[in-house]
């Protein structure tokens, strides 16, 4: 009797470690989304959205007037990489602002 009481509570034990699962450690994702975007070029049909999260990483969405999303989460270098003239009009506002 004590050595099934003692299994069902192992068992009880670890299923609770498992339904508790990692508790927020993927937490940096969803960071990024429930922050304000700031809109930083609006060009042609498009705008360029910049997110930043709690660590200081900054990820750049792209969506067209409508609202509907063209790229999201993207890095400073995916954003040259796919989108070299927004990046260049991003460089040219930085230079007249300074």
Do not use: W
Not at 24 to 46: A, F, R
Not at 60 to 79: P, W
């Amino acid at each position: 009797m004590k050595k099934m009481i003692l299994t069902l509570f192992i068992l009880f034990t670890g299923m609770g470690v498992l339904i508790a699962g990692d508790c927020g450690h993927n937490s940096s994702v969803t960071d990024v989304s429930k922050k304000s975007p700031e809109i930083v070029l609006s060009s042609n049909d498009l705008q360029l959205l910049k997110y930043s999260d709690d660590k200081g990483t900054t990820r750049f969405t792209i969506q067209d007037l409508e609202g509907k999303i063209v790229a999201e989460n993207m890095s400073r270098l995916r954003l040259r990489l796919d989108f070299p003239e927004i990046e260049k009009k991003i460089i040219l506002e930085d230079i007249v602002k300074s």
